[in-house]
């Protein structure tokens, strides 16, 4: 059975930081674009970070832009989210996926339908 399992999600004061992990277990992910998404009350799941198969290619939602950093490690089948500077705003559920399509060595993608494989979710808030 495969799962995406998110850990390290918390309470945090704003400025504060947090790592979010994301193991993946059943099968292996090295191969494919990984996501982190979130989704706060009332409102739809949103992009948040992607990386790419190998790891060499990021991209971000300009909210947390130079404050949140995607990584992976292929030996843990592992994929992290460290959160810098967080703020009132970044309080959310976190959510983790990963992407089946290849599209090219460079490829991952922003939308919420093309992810396959989803977590749980971790929760985050963020106090002022």
């Known amino acids: 059975q495969v799962q995406l399992v998110e850990s390290g999600g918390g309470l945090v004061r704003a400025g504060g930081s947090l790592r979010l992990s994301c193991a993946a277990s059943?099968?292996?992910?090295?191969?494919?674009?990984m996501g982190w998404f979130r989704q706060a009350p009332g409102k739809e799941r949103e992009f948040v970070a992607a990386?790419?198969?190998?790891?060499?290619?990021?991209d971000y939602a300009d909210s947390v832009k130079g404050r949140f950093t995607i990584s992976r490690d292929h030996a843990k089948n592992t994929v992290y989210l460290q959160m810098n500077s967080l703020k009132p705003e970044d309080t959310a559920v976190y959510y983790c996926?990963?992407?089946?399509?290849?599209?090219?060595?460079?490829?991952?993608?922003?939308?919420?339908?093309?992810?396959?494989?989803w977590g749980q979710g971790t929760q985050v808030t963020v106090s002022s």
């Open positions: 059943g099968r292996t992910f090295s191969s494919h674009a």
């Open positions: 996926a990963a992407d089946l399509l290849y599209n090219g060595p460079h490829y991952y993608s922003r939308e919420v339908h093309e992810y396959d494989y």
């Open positions: 990386i790419n198969w190998s790891g060499g290619t990021t």
